[in-house]
């Protein structure tokens, strides 16, 4: 005959020893020293760690104080730690030859860890733009999944209900940009690994490099071969030519080689300062328009002073 009887969960004898103090402490995070053969790289980590000038520096600073700021990592489903940020703080330790590393674990979902990841590294100097493009991806569709898919009885009541759910303004909006700029960034990630490459290595500049990503792979594949016997890449308008050749079926081996060929119009001397450049010398909450303003003047302060400097 079975029991009637409640189960009743006992407490462990720490909680019944410890205080409420104690148990809130427990809870807190804290810094541990973890061994770097536990720690594991986060998937489809974006950025890049490179064994150049910056990390030797780092090597020599953490063999000098140590590493100052702890790196984040939560838990992985294989056993040890997952990396969200301090890869490049990994690398430095090892090449310091140390074991271990300070850490702080957190219990972070999949999605907010990729958020943590990337808002940890976007702001690195020396960020390529393939680089970028992959971690605002990543960023983007980390937020889209978080928000959720809008109920299907809305999805066909408004053409503009989708504007709800972009995660891309979103992303936009957090870094000072508009959700334009934030998509054509992340369109690179759909050029071939070659045309990647190639702006990556500064060969093809980024404007026209949006224009490419709109091409099919098979075109984009003819691109490449093309860009080889030409010894050649495409401006803006050569670029904004093929796209819309490819949108009408009109791009093939012949067209794009007439474009590609044909003589190029001298470049208009100018001097372009994107956004991202000049981020980092004003608040964050500054839009483009309020940093040009700035610029202007004090420009215009220095041209006084310099023209009151040559009345003397």
Known sequence: MKSSARKVELASASDLFSTEQERQDAKLERVQQIPLTELYPFPDHPFSVRDDDSMK??????KDSGVLQPAIARPREGGGYELVSGHRRKRACELAGLETMPVIVRDLDRDTAIIFMVDSNIQRENISPMEKAKALKMKMEAIRRQAGRPRKEQENNSPNNSANFRSDDEVGAEMGMSGDTVRNIISLTQLVPELQQMVDDKKIAVTPAYQIAALKPEEQ?????????????PSVSQAQRMKQLSQSGKLNEDTMLDIMTEEKKPEVDKIVFTSDTLRKYFPRSYTPKQMQDTIIKLLDQWLKKRQRQQER
């Open 221 to 233: 594949a003819l691109l490449v071969e093309t860009i080889a016997s030409e010894q050649a890449t």
């Open 57 to 62: 520096e780092t090597v020599e600073s953490i």
